[in-house]
């Protein structure tokens, strides 16, 4: 078995067919929704330009979750230990 054989998997003249009939079938599905390279490439960086912003809103909400709690914890820890240092 050459190395070529062994890194594609199979013969390279059967990959090409494989390969070719595949690119058919991908090529007739586009078509039939008319989209083309660009419209995925254009999908998937919008796609990841909502997770990227999500990603910032949801620690934007953390920090403001943060606050919130810190109103009511940092009083209570300070006067909880004000009470246990007279002690």
């Given at each position: 078995?050459?190395?070529?054989?062994?890194?594609?998997?199979?013969?390279?003249?059967r990959?090409?067919v494989?390969l070719?009939?595949?690119?058919?079938?991908?090529?007739f599905?586009?078509s039939?929704?008319?989209?083309s390279?660009w419209?995925?490439?254009?999908?998937?960086r919008?796609?990841?330009?909502?997770?990227?912003?999500?990603?910032?809103?949801?620690?934007?909400?953390?920090?403001?979750?943060?606050?919130?709690?810190a109103?009511?914890?940092?009083?209570?820890?300070?006067?909880?230990?004000?009470?246990?240092?007279?002690?």
């Amino acid at each position: 078995m050459s190395a070529l054989t062994r890194f594609l998997g199979d013969s390279p003249l059967r990959v090409i067919v494989k390969l070719l009939v595949i690119s058919l079938i991908v090529g007739f599905v586009m078509s039939a929704f008319h989209w083309s390279p660009w419209d995925i490439l254009d999908a998937l960086r919008d796609a990841i330009l909502r997770v990227w912003n999500m990603g910032f809103s949801a620690l934007e909400n953390v920090f403001r979750y943060i606050l919130l709690g810190a109103v009511i914890v940092v009083p209570v820890f300070l006067i909880l230990r004000l009470l246990s240092y007279r002690r």
